[in-house]
Every structure is written in C-alpha cells, then in structure tokens.
C-alpha cells in the first residue's frame, strides 16, 4: 500500500483524523454517531485506503444526535474544501450518521460527489432528498422490514444516480463480521465507481 501521511485536523465543533494518500484517486469522509462504530470505520479506511483513496474520520463527539452530527460533518466537508484537499468528496455514515450523511449532501450538493448510507433513517429527510445530487447507495441489512421499506421510499426522492443494496445480517445494531465486509466492500467499489477522478494536492 501506498504511504499514508495522517494528521489530527478540527476546530473546537469538531476533531478528524486525515489520512492522505499521495496521488489518491478521491478523498471519502466518515462520521460515526457512537465510539461503538470506531471499529467498523477503521476497517472501511483500510479498504479504502486499499483502494487509493484518502479519508477523514471525523469523531462522534458529544451530544450525538442527528442536530449534533449534521454540522459537524458540513464543517468537516468545508474544511476538505476550503484546504484544497480535492474538488469533490465520497461520505459514509451508518445509522443516524448515515442520516446526517444524507442531510449534509443535501446541504452541500456542489461538493458531495457519492454517498453511501448504512440503516439510515430517511423519513425525516424526505423533503430534503431531492436536494442530494451526490450520486447515493443505501445499504440495509434484510432483518429490519420498516427500516427496508423506509429505504425503498427514500431512494426515488434522490436527485443524483441511486441504488438499493440489500445485505444479510447487515443491520447496524446486529451486524457481524462478514456483513460487516460485505459493506465495506460495497462502499469502497461504490466510491471508486462515482468519485470523480480528481487527485488530491
């Protein structure tokens, strides 16, 4: 794997780690709503690291409600911006941090190139998914039928391309170590499919 050069990046809203590649081909925020989601996001860089690009984890931080997440992650986007880091950007979130994701894509939709959002809960977002131009994978796992359906209404609502995956055992509460790959495997190739081919500084 190519070097990694990481460093702790954040303001007093929010704290990141930035792992950069040189020559990667995109850069993929991540934003997790619990310390319990350290792992899995851990595992999701390596792969994406695997797959040449760089990423910023930004942490949970306390409170972690969905009001709480939203603008960190718009600040931490900003600051991908704002550094020249890369023209456009993939985001990941699971659970309520795949929710903010959403909201923050629809907030920022010049810069949020691809999405993909675990068990998010859009019902609470459906006006504003019309607003998501980033081109968005929902992922769910196929042990929650309200939270399926609730994915199935969501995605014609989205602006940008769209698409519906549906993993065993992927249910961010109850997800295992093979579903939890199969995830992370799907963002990455979704991210290396959408993101475009824009090179960082």
């Known amino acids: ?60 931080g ?25 023209a456009s950007v993939g985001v990941f979130g699971r659970g309520l941090a795949g929710s903010a994701a959403l909201r923050a894509a629809a907030l920022r939709p010049a810069l949020v190139a691809a999405l993909v959002a675990q068990d998010a809960s859009p019902d609470a977002l459906l006006d504003e998914l019309p607003r998501v131009r980033a081109a968005t994978l929902l992922v769910v796992g196929d042990d929650d039928a309200s939270l399926l359906l609730a994915q199935r209404r969501a995605l014609p609502l989205l602006g940008g391309a769209r698409r519906l995956e549906i993993v065993p055992r992927a249910s961010a509460a109850r997800a295992d170590r093979v579903a939890t790959q199969a995830v992370g495997h799907l963002a990455t190739q979704w991210f290396a499919q959408q993101l475009p081919l824009r090179h960082l500084h």
Not at 35 to 52: E, F, I, P, V
Not at 74 to 81: G, K, S
């Open 62 to 86: 306390a409170p972690a409600g969905l009001d709480a997440l939203v603008p960190r992650l718009v600040e931490a986007l900003d600051w991908l911006r704002d550094s020249g880091a890369c």
């Open 1 to 60: 794997m190519r070097g990694i050069d990481a460093s702790c990046i954040g303001t007093q809203r929010w704290q990141g780690e930035y792992e950069r590649l040189a020559d990667a081909a995109g850069v993929v925020a991540l934003i997790a709503s619990a310390a319990s989601d350290a792992a899995q996001a851990r595992a999701l860089c390596d792969l994406l690291h695997a797959g040449g690009f760089s990423t910023l984890s930004v942490e949970a």
